[in-house]
């Protein structure tokens, strides 16, 4: 048996944002009544607070990260009245000024328990000067252990693989939506399943979208889909638990099948993913012809 633990998922509508204040509180609300219903852990979608201001914002770091900062101590004051963990998205921004895409998880207590920068960026947030992370840590939580990756992230397998490698549980997958990829919720099942863990999204919904707020089970069933905003559900994972399978050698003998694949993942024959890249394009490359 493993750890039941419950996740708040909340979807929110594209055509609904009024404004970073009014933003705030609708996620507030829905987060809130997550928390109200039992759930251990809540996560809000990409930069749905800011609707149209992001891309001024970014341009302005101090009154980026003074409201980012506001923010968070907003979801601080949430965590500590319902100890529970609290992971909201957010633009941050370093001591050098650089502005990442980010995702951060607090404590029961209100504290920041670890952050993530956004790897893998899109070609509109490399034109406004975001910075790309380059790691993908986990987060052993009491309910288990939690990693996140950031929406584009998922066009690369290897962003779920190494958090399952890690030892990931759970991914949460705040995104803004997807659009472009009708194969969407066949990627994430399969992200799943490859890695032997949970995966819930949480987007801003738009009529266009591919992709949803849900819940995904590590054999890859979709546990609960959210199919209108604004709306909220608290769904039910139970983390630790074993997948069996038998292996081929022996059908005697069963295991987690997480543990199989690893026990025999042939690591010399990978040099091809792991070779440093030598032609590197750019939003510049791309849009203005600097590349043949």
């Known amino acids: 048996m493993g750890r039941m633990v419950k996740i708040g998922l909340i ?17 507030y609300g829905l987060g809130e009544q ?29 009154e980026l990260k003074k409201k980012a900062g506001e923010w ?6 949430l965590a500590q009245k319902y100890r529970a963990y609290v992971a909201p998205w957010d633009y941050e921004v370093d001591e050098d000024g650089n502005v990442y895409n980010s995702s951060y998880i607090l404590d029961r207590n209100g504290a920041e328990v670890g952050r993530y920068r956004k790897v893998h960026l899109t070609y509109g947030e490399q034109m406004w000067g975001i910075k790309p992370g380059c790691d993908f840590p986990v987060f052993d939580l ?8 950031i929406c584009f992230d998922n066009y690369w397998p290897e962003s779920a693989r190494i958090l399952g490698l890690r030892g990931a549980e759970l991914i949460l997958y705040p995104l ?38 849900g819940l995904i089970s590590p054999v890859g069933d979709v ?28 059908k005697d003998v069963r295991e987690d099948i997480s543990q199989y694949l690893n026990r025999v ?11 440093e890249r030598q032609d ?8 203005l012809g600097k590349r043949p």
């Open 34 to 62: 997550c928390l109200k219903n039992g759930a251990d852990i809540i996560f809000f979608s990409e930069m749905y607070q800011y609707a149209d201001e992001d891309r001024e914002l970014v341009k302005n770091p101090v």
């Open 265 to 275: 993942r042939n690591v010399a024959a990978y040099g091809p993913l792991t070779d």
């Open 72 to 77: 968070k101590e907003r979801c601080a004051g």
């Open 11 to 27: 979807q929110t509508g594209y055509n609904e944002r009024a404004g970073l204040t009014k933003n705030l509180d609708v996620i």
């Open 280 to 287: 590197v394009w750019t939003w510049e490359d791309i849009f």
């Open 176 to 213: 803004y939506g997807d659009t472009l990829n009708p194969q969407w919720e066949m990627k994430m099942r399969v992200r799943a399943i490859d890695n032997s863990l949970y995966i819930a999204p949480c987007q801003v919904s738009n009529e266009y979208d591919t992709a949803y707020t």
């Open 142 to 149: 009491d309910i288990g252990k939690v990693g996140i990756m």
């Open 223 to 250: 546990l609960c889909k959210l199919d209108h905003a604004p709306c909220w559900q608290v769904a039910e994972a139970e983390l630790g638990r074993r997948v069996i399978t038998s292996t081929m050698a022996r």
